[in-house]
């Protein structure tokens, strides 16, 4: 179903004339209007929870705060024999911020094979979107999910119990792609930083951060953004990724807005910053490629552990595509070592 919606933000005239008038539009993604309402057109079917899934996943939905409609899809696997509890990893999904959810189809089977493959909990969030929620609405979102979780690892609520007494909250694990990957490194640098204390945690234990194809951007291109070729599907154009930016940046802020633009001002922050081992998967033919790479460098100038890996042959968001027999080998590589990193 398309949602439509109304930013009053954009103060522009109601009426027929402006209801016709198109000022941002993503091709079959998303369609702003100029009198504020926003089209999303169901390029990628919502699929509910089916309870127990044939590789013995469990897929459920719980509301995290019904007055924002932040709500997160569970995928618990079958609980080990040696009863042993699991990591618990949270995830955001991709979407520049703008589209997609966590009951996407693709992001269902990415996770719930995920989570049976890795032996790991995943909680998926459905963040608000931009433009009528714009950055920092979605690390405000991560944050407070994690605030969640952590009360439920001190109170065990009877109607969480059916996950929560199967989380290892010590093991507690960052990730996402794209946007995702975006709003999960902010949400731990929030973690990390010296305004909110390691403490405030407790007892959840941040161990490892994943970054997959993270969405960052600046105002001087990069080489990849510049000259990368990209096929007339790819999931992540140059045009599409300013129109984004442009959709989801608080108003009046270019892309050397923090949110955008980590490296913007200078990397020493990084130093400051209290940040777990970090795990960057980057896209040999996407157009974030030398964007990924500078960061990682940055990161690791600064004495953080980081890991990365280049996926050759493939682009942007193959792992949830995956639509040719090349990039679904690329995925089971994806999964390997994801599945290394959350064990570790």
């Known amino acids: 179903m398309t949602t439509i919606s109304c930013d009053p933000r954009l103060h522009l005239q109601e009426g027929k004339a402006n209801h016709e008038v198109t000022v ?12 504020g309402r926003i089209e999303r057109p169901p390029v990628v079917p919502n699929v509910p929870c089916a309870g127990v899934r044939e ?14 409609n932040l709500w997160a899809r569970f995928y618990v696997p079958i609980y080990p024999s040696t009863g042993s509890r699991l990591p618990f ?9 703008c589209v997609g959810s966590a009951a996407w189809s693709c992001y269902h089977e990415f996770l719930a094979n995920l989570a049976s493959k890795a032996s790991c909990m995943i909680m998926s969030i459905n963040y608000r979107l931009a433009p009528e929620n714009r950055l920092p609405a979605a690390y405000d979102d991560g ?10 690892a001190v109170i065990r609520s009877p109607e969480q119990k059916w996950w929560s007494s199967q989380c290892n909250f010590s093991s507690l694990l960052l990730a996402g792609d794209s946007a995702g990957a975006n709003i999960a490194y902010n949400v731990s640098t929030r973690l990390g930083s010296n305004v909110t204390s390691e403490s405030s945690l407790k007892p959840l234990c941040l161990k490892g951060i994943i970054l997959i194809q993270p969405f960052f951007g600046g105002e001087a291109r990069t080489s990849s953004e510049k000259n990368m070729i990209q096929p007339a599907n790819s999931a992540l154009t140059l045009s599409a990724s300013d129109a984004y930016w442009r959709l989801s940046l608080p108003l009046g802020a270019n892309r050397d807005h923090p949110c955008c633009n980590p490296l913007a001002n200078g990397t020493n922050k990084f130093r400051d910053l209290q940040l777990p081992s970090i795990l960057v998967c980057i896209s040999e033919m996407d157009i974030l490629k030398d964007r990924n790479l500078e960061f990682c460098t940055a990161l690791a100038s600064a004495g953080k552990k980081v890991d990365k890996i280049i996926y050759k042959g493939v682009g942007h968001a193959f792992q949830i595509l995956h639509n040719s027999h090349f990039s679904q080998i690329r995925v089971q590589e994806m999964i390997s070592h994801l599945r290394a990193f959350i064990n570790q």
């Open 24 to 35: 941002e539009e993503i091709d079959g993604l998303i369609k702003v209007y100029r009198d």
């Open 143 to 152: 944050f407070n999910t994690l605030m969640w979780v952590k009360q439920q």
């Open 89 to 97: 990893l949270v995830y955001f999904h991709g979407g520049g911020f």
């Open 55 to 68: 590789d013995g996943v469990t897929a459920k939905d719980v509301i995290i705060d019904k007055f924002t």
